[in-house]
């Protein structure tokens, strides 16, 4: 076999460089079109379907906490909203909310524990209520028809909201002429004639009529200095 002459070498080298550069294109143009693909993918992915509820954009809810002095229906309703959002399961609220008990609420469910072991969340909420809630002296719809004015609007209104709660399930419109009944006349009048169609305005209405009244009662004459004699 003859001896390849430097022309053979050089013509062997000239192809070997041309398949070289070859390759080196096909790789350049894979990885081109894989980054594209991923990019794709990544937009795709990005403008998926977006959770309508902003709420769920805060995924750490600080847990409510009750040490008895307050209305229980407050720690109960943030427990609910906690539940709701947390998908709580229901074996699980009573350890949560017991463990977020303060002072004498904790010593009352330490006892009540004790005594009966762990309540439903449904008998823990009648149970709470029952120690810790206003004072009735009779059921809690009466209660609420009872409710009436003696001082200021704005006590008049905390008691009316507290025990609105309890008295089960009634229209807005029950819950207005309730309300509006137990400001007792001359206020109750001033409020009706502007008919309002919710209790915010009703209360509202009652405060600004309060601070009319107020404004409109002359200031209380000097008493004359007594003579010396």
Same mark, same amino acid.
């Given at each position: 076999?003859?001896? %390849?002459? #430097?022309?053979?070498?050089?013509?062997?080298? =000239?192809?070997? @460089?041309?398949?070289?550069? $070859?390759l !080196?294109?096909?790789?350049?143009?894979? =990885?081109? !079109?894989?980054? $594209? $693909?991923?990019?794709?993918?990544?937009?795709?992915?990005?403008?998926?379907?977006?959770?309508?509820?902003?709420?769920?954009?805060?995924? =750490?809810?600080?847990?409510?906490?009750?040490? +008895?002095?307050v209305? %229980?229906?407050?720690?109960?309703? !943030?427990?609910?909203?906690?539940?709701?959002?947390?998908?709580?399961?229901?074996?699980?609220?009573?350890?949560?909310? @017991?463990?977020?008990?303060?002072?004498?609420?904790? #010593?009352?469910?330490n006892?009540?524990?004790?005594?009966?072991?762990?309540?439903?969340? +449904?008998? /823990? !909420?009648?149970?709470?209520?029952?120690?810790?809630g206003?004072?009735?002296?009779?059921? %809690?719809? /009466?209660?609420l @028809?009872?409710?009436?004015?003696?001082?200021?609007?704005e006590?008049?209104?905390?008691?009316?909201?507290?025990?609105?709660?309890?008295? +089960?399930?009634? &229209?807005? $419109?029950?819950?207005v002429?309730?309300?509006? +009944?137990?400001?007792?006349?001359?206020?109750?009048? *001033?409020?009706?004639?502007?008919?309002? &169609?919710?209790? *915010?305005?009703?209360?509202? #209405? *009652?405060?600004?009529?309060?601070?009319?009244?107020?404004?409109?009662?002359?200031?209380?004459? *000097?008493?004359?200095?007594?003579?010396?004699?």
């Open positions: 076999m003859a001896e %390849p002459t #430097l022309a053979d070498v050089l013509n062997a080298l =000239k192809s070997l @460089s041309s398949e070289v550069n $070859s !080196k294109s096909d790789m350049a143009a894979l =990885k081109d !079109k894989s980054s $594209s $693909s991923s990019d794709n993918h990544d937009d795709r992915r990005q403008e998926g379907p977006r959770n309508p509820d902003p709420f769920f954009k805060h995924k =750490k809810w600080d847990f409510p906490r009750f040490d +008895g002095t209305d %229980p229906m407050l720690f109960i309703n !943030k427990c609910e909203s906690y539940f709701r959002h947390h998908r709580t399961m229901g074996e699980e609220r009573v350890r949560m909310a @017991s463990y977020h008990l303060d002072d004498v609420a904790q #010593l009352w469910y006892q009540l524990e004790e005594d009966d072991g762990a309540p439903s969340w +449904g008998r /823990f !909420k009648d149970l709470l209520n029952e120690r810790f206003p004072p009735l002296r009779a059921a %809690p719809m /009466f209660e @028809s009872e409710c009436r004015r003696t001082g200021t609007v006590e008049y209104a905390n008691r009316f909201q507290a025990l609105l709660p309890r008295a +089960g399930r009634l &229209d807005e $419109s029950q819950r002429q309730l309300f509006i +009944g137990g400001l007792l006349p001359p206020l109750s009048h *001033a409020v009706r004639i502007h008919n309002p &169609d919710t209790v *915010a305005a009703a209360m509202s #209405l *009652a405060r600004q009529v309060e601070l009319m009244e107020i404004d409109k009662t002359p200031p209380t004459p *000097a008493r004359p200095d007594a003579k010396t004699p």
